[in-house]
């Protein structure tokens, strides 16, 4: 699954993304929102269980998109939705569908013109992750082990201590 990913130390607030996705969709469904020095970016994660698709009572929301034929703008996605990705506007709701229907990719990734917005999926990042944790692992393995009194000591120590002291 592929998910938007927004870098707050590269974004600097122009709104173009925001502006390219209301010319094309009629709202924007990216928000960016100033805090401080930083600015960081509201829009749907697609999520596994999503909470907008279990709530909506027409079977109008799915995790890609909202099908605009069958969504009576109750607002409940709205109520659902943990991260406020989720409008209600012209009697219909909308959300982040990555452009799906763009060949070229979701269109606020080319409006950014510092590149702070990435599509990444989220399936190599887990491997990456799994293989990072394995190599740290078989690393581990590799340590000569202690032997006699002083080993037998400092691996009963380290069994003493908390998992995050270690």
């Known amino acids: 699954m592929e998910k938007l990913l927004v870098n707050s130390n590269l974004c ?15 709202v924007s469904r990216v928000t960016i929102h100033d805090l401080g020095d930083s600015f ?4 749907c994660q697609h999520c596994e269980n999503a909470p ?10 799915s995790i ?3 099908d605009p034929t069958k969504c009576i703008a109750c607002g409940f996605c709205v109520i659902a939705c943990p991260f406020g ?3 209600v506007k012209y009697n219909n709701a909308h959300k982040c569908n990555l ?14 013109s510092k590149r702070a917005i990435s599509l990444i999926d989220m399936d190599d990042i887990l491997k990456k ?6 190599d740290k ?16 000591i400092t691996s009963d120590s380290r069994a003493r201590k908390p998992y995050d002291e270690i």
């Open 99 to 112: 452009c799906l229907d763009r060949d070229d990719g979701p269109a606020c990734i080319q409006a950014c």
């Open 85 to 87: 990705a989720v409008s």
């Open 40 to 43: 960081y970016s509201i829009h």
């Open 137 to 152: 692992m078989s690393n581990l393995s590799t340590k000569p082990k202690k032997k006699g009194l002083l080993g037998i």
């Open 12 to 26: 600097d607030g122009c709104l173009d993304c925001e502006k390219t996705c209301e010319g094309l969709h009629g």
């Open 129 to 134: 992750k799994q293989k990072q944790h394995i």
């Open 64 to 66: 890609e998109s909202v």
């Open 52 to 61: 907008c698709v279990t709530i909506c009572p027409t079977g109008a929301m």
